[in-house]
């Protein structure tokens, strides 16, 4: 987020890197909370193996992806790319752990990627800075627990 931010023209340039950082801070003394994670049970070998396999797909995709986004002679996309596929690898997620959390943090980023490449390749020059930067505004919402829908249409794997 911090060196997406830079890129952008000011004021944001600096605005969004200060308010990020502030968003950090507090998901990181929300989370010292005692109560801010649930207690749980150890996921099963079958949650490992949905991990793995999603962790790795997605490490793999992201030098193919690159490769072929120079290839196409669209590498300021890249970034939207590595968004694109970290949200895709949250999918598996929400059934493999029971943890509904997922579903929305996966559509969130899917969203985010794929409205980012709309606007890269309809000529806006800070579509893919913008879309990082909103990329981690969502990751730390979600890690702060200020972005966790509940409702019953997210509820269950």
Known sequence: MLVNAATLP???SWILPALGAA?????????????ALPAGTRPSRQAWRVYGLSVGLMILAFPLGAWA???AGLPEVTILWVILVVGLHFWPFARAFQAPVFRPLAVSLTGVALAGIGAALAGWPWAPASAAVLAGFVLLGFS????TLRSPHVTGA
């Open 69 to 71: 986004l120079r290839r």
């Open 23 to 35: 968003a950090f801070l507090a998901a990181l003394v929300r989370l010292r909370r005692p109560d």
């Open 10 to 12: 000011l004021p944001w």
């Open 144 to 147: 702060g627990g200020w972005l």
